[in-house]
């Protein structure tokens, strides 16, 4: 157990309890590491973390995902502190929200019961923006409720009302399922023509060599994204900053090029958004290039690369050309660093600058050897971006000519870029 520092606002704040399970599938240090970015989670949705509950098991429990003893210890101290959610680090089972909720009960308390993936949707519809992006978020909300229904969602059916509409006998339950049903059947056939459209969308852009960002979330791919395209991107330091995409159109060196900003990935990613946000995420599908964003200020960057990975490859796009960009250089940890040999100057100071030695020392790294196009940058202070773009480039011009193979011929390069973005002095 250990206390999580939380923060204070004016306004009153719901208070959670995050419980985790340290099993043979994730070790002690794993389950710390999920918790704090579960933690982080809730914050960004707005929840105030007071405590962090772990147990060692096999395996999670059936029924209450944890044992009876440390649900009874969890339980004294939120009746103690008046905490008013619950968040499971993992995925409940229908049956084990319904143990957990009437083991509370028993408590004589109502107490919100949420899992990993419920907080995530939360997040999901707090930040949708564009009707597409709701849709895909409701669709997941209800595809997840469904197996989950009691009499709590009993609320569902003020959606729906007129005269027939519960049968002789029918039980409240069943209209809720009913009504769900029906609610997931409209939000489908609503996500295909939005699908036919960005469909056409995407075809009609067909001739244009596509760029996409992509990442674990909170990477910094919507700085980056403003950098290079000089536009107005929403950022900030809260995991699912956007969930919409966003497609802007590029000319480097009188080359037009789309970039396109992503929504960002985190481990145990619901399956539900996965599939909802097909047609989103159909933008990677069909990207020509993919830049993989990563924060290598992050004590686990090489877990979270897999992360991305791995759901890439689940997407049918891991084979696609991938230019690995480790962003945030400029908070990555000087300590770490050993700098032998580095010249002095007269001073006796580094001859380099901070920024060049700690890039100096990544690319010693072997993520570099390994990596046939890799670079190391910080978005926000514009450090290396020359060299990303000369990176991009170079794949860009080659997929350029491929589909316009007399371009030089037909057009006067006057070698100026309408994106390009001069290092800082």
Partial sequence: MREEKGFSTGEEQETAVLVAVTSQKQNAEQTAEY??????????SGVLTLKS???????????????????????????????????FDDDLSPSQVRNIEFNIQEYGKEI?????????LNIFALRAQTIQAKTQVELAQYQYMLPRLTRMWSHLSKQR?????RGPGEKELETDRRIANDRISFLKDKLEAIDRQSYTQRKNRDRMVRVSLVG???????????KLAKVDVFAENKLFATVDSTVRKISWDGIPFLLTDTVGFIRKLPTLLIESFKSTLDEVREADVLLHIVDISHPNFEEQIDVVQGILNEMGAGDKPTILVFNKIDLFPV???????????????PEKSKMDRVTDFLKRTHWQTNQPKTVFISAEQKSNLGELRTVIMNIIKEKHFQIFPNWLESNHLLGHSDGYIPEES
Avoid: C, H, W
């Fill in 53 to 87: 509950f772990t147990q060692n098991l096999a395996k999670p429990d059936n029924k209450t995902y944890v044992g009876k003893g440390k649900f009874e210890e969890i339980m004294a101290y939120v009746i103690e502190k008046q905490v008013d959610m619950l968040i």
């Fill in 161 to 165: 009302g007129g005269v027939g509409m």
């Fill in 216 to 226: 674990y979330t909170n990477v910094g791919k919507s700085t980056l994204m403003r």
């Fill in 112 to 120: 919100k019961v949420l899992d990993r993936s419920l907080l995530i």
């Fill in 335 to 349: 300590e770490d660093v050993f700098f032998e040999g580095a010249e002095l100057n007269e001073e006796g100071e």
């Fill in 35 to 44: 918790l704090a970015e579960l933690a982080f989670l809730a914050s960004t």
